[in-house]
């Protein structure tokens, strides 16, 4: 697909690997649905899209809310004039031990608040903004359509991390189901796996922990959210032979 002046959403726009995303797709030519919870970081995510060379309009949803999800592409299609791609990238993060034994007695547990505040928005979010996509291509009747699933490396099992690890291996697996059931109608899908990227996250580390997270990748250096994580969506979304697989972009992390 050549993605210039296609009409591509992106959840969790707002910061991070979302505004990466929007703005390398952007500077194709895009027009952005730029989709998040904070108006402030939509409204520079737009503007910075927009800086790129592409168009970018704010979207206020929570993907977990089957309703505000239905409305979030009808109000796409109708104000952007179509709908041709999705990138499902919002996600949040609620870690923990699945049980904190010490000194003989259980401590902690994991609890059922903090599974299914993740898995609601990184797998049931994925699903329902996936599902409404692409119901509205079908609708439109698009020669061509993409849906890209953020995955994650924690999707192989990520120490203090069974909610999000379960949620990411979910939405590669997603894509590949997606992948075999919209092939008849030219509807694509991919999953991207990202390793340690450079996020706002990363750059508000302490300095030692920075360097021992960096220290950990075989590349000895973060990857961007711009230059790895963007290029590969826009990969998948140029190569029309790419379906129903997972990249994983990770500097060698295993």
Known sequence: MDVRDKVITVTGAGRGLGRGIATTLAARGASIACVDLNEDDLNETVKL???AGGKGRAFLCNVAKEEEV???FADIAEQLGGLHGLVNNAGITRD??????KDGEVQKKMSLQEWQAVIDVNL????????EAAAKMLELGVDEGVIVNISSLARQGSFGQTNYS???AGVAAMAEAWARELARFNI??????PGTINTDMIAAMKPEARDRLVGSVPLKRLGEPEAHIGRTVQFIFENDYFTGRC??????LR
């Open 247 to 252: 990249i994983d972009v990770d500097g060698g």
């Open 70 to 72: 239905e409305k979030l």
């Open 96 to 101: 923990g031990l699945l049980v904190k034994f």
């Open 124 to 131: 049931t979010g994925v699903f329902l903004c996936g599902r």
């Open 49 to 51: 899209c927009e800086q």
């Open 166 to 168: 379960a949620a990411k």
């Open 188 to 193: 694509r899908t991919g999953a991207i796996a």
